[in-house]
């Protein structure tokens, strides 16, 4: 039964984050300090982020100070297809997506999603971050409240005119449809496989980048869960 387990863990992983060679890099780049400043009240608030496989998404929030929860899950389609296996498809209408909850007195929404651009995703590549393509690997930002909305706007709309990236700003905003956070095995993956042959690939330099290009931010101690 263990046997059979680990294998059926085995396809589930090749079926979707796709192991790369380690020579393969993406650059991280300095994303432009956002003109606009979110301004939330005290208390815990929740973002959505979805930026390609959720490993390294997970496993870049888990390092940012004030970040209390980064979970993986699924964004955009409906609960009876929120499986690795079915979303791996790209026919689902779901992202590989992260929710984030965060203590804004610490780290602001707009923080974040320099954060984001920075080092996570790359804002200009339809459906496709590094070596992963399907529309659930696609860069969106899901604001719940109008704040996040009005900030997540704000920023596109300045880094569109940032001269940072060559080409066009191609990540979309969606409205929230439910969250459905994934199988147990993914969450915490970065933390938990550290030696895993794609996060050596993508996701180690990325949580570098965030240390080299926000230190201010930048928390060596792990946020599970």
Known sequence: MKRGLTLLFGLALVAGCQAAPVAARENAVLAPVP???????????????SGGCFWGVEGVFSHVKGVTSAVSGYHGGKAATSQYERVS???????????????????RYDQLLQVFFSVIA????????????????????VPLGKEQQAVAAAY????????????R???????????????????????RNPRYPYILAWD??????????????????????
């Open 35 to 49: 003109a606009r400043v979110a301004s939330e009240p005290a208390g815990l608030k929740v973002a959505i982020f």
């Open 89 to 107: 498809d790209g026919n689902t209408g779901h992202a590989e997506s992260v929710r984030v909850t965060y203590d804004p007195r610490l780290v």
């Open 122 to 141: 790359d804002p200009t590549t339809l459906n496709r971050q590094g070596p992963d393509s399907g529309t659930q690997y696609r860069s969106a930002l």
């Open 156 to 167: 596109l709309a300045q880094m569109g005119k940032s001269g940072v990236w060559k080409s």
């Open 169 to 191: 700003i191609v990540t979309r905003i969606e409205p929230y449809s439910g969250f459905y956070p994934a199988e147990a095995y993914h969450q915490d993956f970065m933390a």
């Open 204 to 225: 180690v330099q990325k949580v570098a980048a965030l240390k080299k290009l926000f230190p201010a931010l930048y928390q060596e101690a792990i946020t599970r869960g």
